[in-house]
């Protein structure tokens, strides 16, 4: 409900009822009513959590009554008009001379810094969700183990004073050996999972060793603490799982997921499991220390882009779901259902559809929680960051489950309390002070863009598809205000691999494209649509002469690659988030959707080290160029046409 409109609720049944209204911030209200009346509440109420208990005798009804903003924030800056400009960024790829294999904390740091000097005003990241320590082969940040957690291969160990102070952990570090796994992850053009996840465990856990001769008053044991308090039995319950999960191996079972553990223990409530926490506590406490190093890592990025100067500072994506067999699944059984997965519709794209590993919300059990998970997970992710990215932002109206064992062509919409989902955001966006954004691929369902627009949720424009019924690209100015403009994602190729149609090859050597025919379709269409980049890129007036004007003539070129990025640039979209991929102009994909048994999906590194991309005096160049048309005037349109859409 939206704060200041009259509150009334029908209660059904005969007789008194006594009724109590319980605010959020203290005190309450309350009265008689009769049954089969409506309760109108007697004053407007203030936003927040509030609950309303109904009493008949011995019987006892609660509810959960939210009042909202009718929309999530928006920075003052943006709805003048404002247009800023920052990097995405999947954070595993960063490569640096300083980190182990893997892009971390301390990488981020260093690309805030960089940005920053540059004029940019945000960094943007992947889901930086938890996957699980135990699983190394599970990489998918997009499909990870908990919502609520953080990733802790993020940790950036030179940076942890536990492993700093640690005579025994510093012995370790300088050993030929330790120099020589951690030089080998790090050279590597591929993030190798298992061998990180090896190498960050076995040093933190010397660490861990260290931290636990720390006084009861030290001041990091009592912020540690701190920390456990406020986690309280989310955060327990995950590292449960994570410790229950390495003992089950220990002890020489092995299992692709906790479908298949004990039946014992797989009832996260159940006395197995409880009797597991009482005996393991020092190894639960172990998966809860990292998960308080990956948050004081985080925060202290985000604290920095904000003595930084950014405007905005850090965005991070937000994955669709969690997996089918993962923490949040287990601690939180009844709340999904288990005999089907969330995929995706077939289409042109992906004429095989998708079937994901994600585990479906059922929407009734969300309804009957008060939406707390939903609530839960949505403060988790807006906590040290500016905005979040709802990855397929149509999932709060609507998913397709695809049964289990079965194709994503046999699934069908299962559908969301929508208008309740998009007021919780409304209400945490306001609050945190973060604005929301929404990944719109695919088809959205009728009236879901109404109630996005209304609710100030930004929406991600990806050029590939900014075209018009006539398959012309749209003017710059055209972007929605309210949008990030990008030109590509990850799921989608890089823009050199996009004019090379990298992708389609690729697709078709791996079997995810069906025969010859259909191949030869895709490459029509996509020089078709190369030809009216290229058109639209000449008619703005983003290329030099020189460059060619048939585009199956036209390679990829560093005019062609800059005038790509210009064009975004001159957009009328209040955010603009540009690749690093774009900038080195690679063509390997970092995803092949549908291709994680046949593609190494989740580990291309970035070609080039943060150092070596920021010491480049072309891309210094680029840089600036894009500054410059990101805070001038945005250029008016030849025909008068009104700017935006």
């Given at each position: 409900m939206a704060r200041g409109e009259p509150v009334t609720i029908w209660v059904q049944g005969n007789g008194r009822y006594r009724w109590t209204f319980h605010y959020e911030q203290g005190g309450l209200i309350e009265g008689e009513i009769v049954g089969g009346t409506f309760l109108t509440l007697p004053e407007p109420l203030p936003q927040g959590y509030h609950r309303l208990t109904l009493e008949q005798d011995e019987r006892r009804w609660r509810c959960q009554a939210i009042v909202a903003p009718v929309c999530c924030y928006e920075p003052e800056a943006l709805s003048q008009g404002k247009r800023w400009w920052g990097v995405s960024v999947q954070l595993y790829t960063l490569r640096s001379q300083h980190n182990w294999g893997i892009g971390d904390f301390g990488d981020l740091k260093t690309l805030l810094e960089e940005v920053a000097r540059r004029g940019g005003a945000f960094v943007g990241l992947n889901p930086l969700h938890a996957l699980s320590p135990s699983e190394p082969d599970n990489v998918n940040p997009y499909c990870p183990s908990s919502r609520y957690g953080i990733n802790t291969l993020y940790i950036d160990v030179n940076h942890v004073d536990d492993f700093l102070q640690s005579e025994e952990a510093q012995r370790w570090w300088r050993s030929d050996e330790t120099q020589r796994r951690v030089s080998v992850v790090r050279g590597s053009r591929w993030v190798d999972y298992p061998a990180v996840t090896t190498l960050k465990l076995d040093a933190l856990r010397l660490s861990f060793q260290h931290f636990n001769l720390r006084s009861a008053l030290d001041p990091r044991r009592l912020a540690f603490q701190q920390f456990i308090s406020r986690g309280g039995d989310r955060l327990q319950q995950q590292a449960t799982y994570e410790a229950l999960y390495v003992w089950l191996e220990r002890h020489g079972e092995?299992?692709?997921?906790?479908?298949?553990?004990?039946?014992?223990?797989?009832?996260?409530?159940?006395?197995?499991?409880?009797?597991?926490?009482?005996?393991?506590?020092?190894?639960?406490?172990?998966?809860c220390w990292l998960q308080w190093l990956a948050h004081e890592q985080l925060a202290a990025c985000y604290d920095h882009s904000k003595q930084l100067g950014m405007p905005l500072g850090l965005y991070r994506e937000v994955a669709e779901g969690v997996a089918c067999h993962s923490a949040d699944s287990w601690q939180e059984r009844s709340l999904f259902c288990h005999d089907a997965s969330i995929g995706a519709v077939p289409q042109t794209r992906m004429p095989q559809g998708q079937s994901e590993p994600?585990?479906?919300?059922?929407?009734?059990?969300?309804?009957?929680?008060?939406?707390?998970?939903?609530?839960?997970?949505?403060?988790?992710?807006?906590?040290?960051?500016?905005?979040?990215?709802?990855?397929?932002?149509?999932?709060?109206?609507?998913?397709?489950?695809?049964?289990q064992e079965r194709e994503s062509e046999d699934g069908g919409f299962i559908y969301y309390p929508v208008d309740d989902l998009l007021a919780i955001l409304a209400l945490e966006s306001q609050r945190h002070r973060c604005m929301v954004m929404g990944d719109e691929q695919g088809v959205l369902p009728e009236g879901m863009v109404s109630k996005l627009r209304d609710s100030r949720i930004y929406s991600c424009r990806v050029l590939f598809f900014e075209r018009n019924q006539q398959g012309e690209f749209y003017a710059p100015q055209d972007y929605p205000p309210r949008s990030m403009a990008t030109v590509t994602t990850h799921d989608l190729p890089t823009l050199r691999g996009y004019w090379q149609s990298i992708d389609l090859m690729l697709a078709h050597e791996l079997g995810l494209c069906s025969g010859d025919v259909l191949l030869s379709r895709r490459l029509k269409a996509r020089e078709q649509a190369k030809q009216a980049l290229l058109d639209a890129l000449h008619h703005y007036g983003h290329l030099p002469q020189r460059v060619g004007r048939n585009a199956t003539l036209t390679t990829m070129s560093t005019q062609l690659n800059r005038g790509v990025q210009r064009y975004l640039a001159e957009s009328a979209s209040g955010l603009l988030g540009l690749r690093l991929e774009e900038w080195l102009d690679m063509a390997t994909p970092v995803c092949v959707p549908g291709g994680e048994k046949q593609y190494p999906n989740w580990r291309r590194k970035l070609s080039r080290s943060l150092d070596s991309i920021f010491g480049d005096s072309y891309l210094e160049r680029l840089v600036r160029d894009i500054d410059l048309r990101r805070n001038g005037p945005l250029p008016s349109r030849n025909d008068g046409t009104p700017v935006g859409r």
């Open positions: 092995t299992f692709s997921d906790w479908g298949q553990w004990p039946e014992c223990y797989q009832d996260a409530q159940g006395e197995s499991v409880v009797c597991f926490r009482e005996t393991h506590v020092e190894e639960i406490m172990f998966y994600l585990a479906p919300v059922n929407p009734v059990q969300l309804q009957r929680y008060g939406y707390q998970p939903f609530i839960d997970m949505i403060r988790s992710n807006m906590a040290h960051t500016s905005a979040v990215c709802l990855h397929h932002v149509a999932s709060l109206m609507r998913e397709w489950w695809v049964p």
